[in-house]
């Protein structure tokens, strides 16, 4: 148990739905991530907040579209997906942005299949 | 290349040692880490080492850092079974905490 949850566990979702993965950290940290975990591939950083604001944002197709109402929240909304899509996406958090001594906390992840 | 690269697959017998191999990008990154995935789980932090250090030890984990080369390895000693996992090499770049692909290293009694 890390302190960062993500819900829900699995996701198989048809290429015309939407639907929105969620991560909850009560660990008082100020920085969110979102990540992607493809098979024999490097983690894909996808979105990184810090205080709520947005920071990052790798090229990622707009049909990815991140939400954070608090810092103890974070979501990923998802909408008219790809095959592709379907990975492994993992949240996490840490005290500050990284550009020191940085511990990320990660979530068990959504296994999202994308049909 | 940019991404932090690392062998896919290692395997290796009980009571052996293991090493686990990475080449990072940024020369700038002051933290270098070494992350564990165990089945079904999300990453820990297993163990990482300030960029002015050469080797750092911890109890059965050695970690060397090669600074001119942008290497970095973690040995495993004596490995036991409960060490099979995926093991992340992570940098931080920026704003960015950039990981690799990860080795499975799969330990056979």
């Known amino acids: 148990e890390t302190g960062v949850t993500q819900t829900p566990r699995h996701l198989v979702m048809g290429m015309t739905n939407k639907k929105s993965l969620k991560c909850e950290q009560h660990?008082?940290?100020?920085?969110m991530y979102w990540y992607k975990q493809s098979a024999k591939k490097p983690l894909e950083l996808m979105f990184v907040?810090?205080?709520?604001?947005?920071?990052e944002n790798n090229s990622v197709p707009s049909r990815f579209s991140p939400e954070c109402p608090n810092s103890s929240h974070l979501f990923l909304h998802l909408h008219t997906l790809q095959p592709e899509d379907s990975a492994l996406y993992l949240c996490?958090?840490?005290?500050?942005?990284?550009?020191?001594?940085?511990?990320?906390?990660f979530g068990q992840g959504t296994r999202l299949t994308v049909v | 290349g940019e991404d932090v690269e690392q062998s896919l697959f290692l395997s290796v017998r009980e009571g052996d040692s293991s090493v686990i191999n990475c080449t990072y990008t940024?020369?700038?990154?002051?933290?270098l880490y070494w992350y564990k995935q165990e089945p079904g789980a999300g990453l820990q932090l297993l163990t990482y080492?300030?960029?002015?250090?050469d080797m750092k030890q911890d109890q059965r984990l050695t970690v060397l850092l090669n600074k001119k080369d942008k290497h970095l390895s973690l040995r495993i000693a004596d490995t036991q079974t409960g060490d099979s996992a995926i093991y992340f090499c992570?940098?931080?770049?920026?704003?960015?905490?950039?990981f690799g692909a990860g080795t499975r290293l799969t330990v056979k009694p």
């Open positions: 996490a958090s840490s005290q500050d942005l990284p550009g020191t001594y940085t511990e990320a906390f």
């Open positions: 940024d020369s700038s990154s002051t933290y």
């Open positions: 660990l008082g940290h100020n920085a």
């Open positions: 907040y810090s205080l709520e604001e947005r920071v």
């Open positions: 992570a940098e931080n770049e920026g704003n960015d905490m950039r």
């Open positions: 080492i300030f960029s002015n250090m």
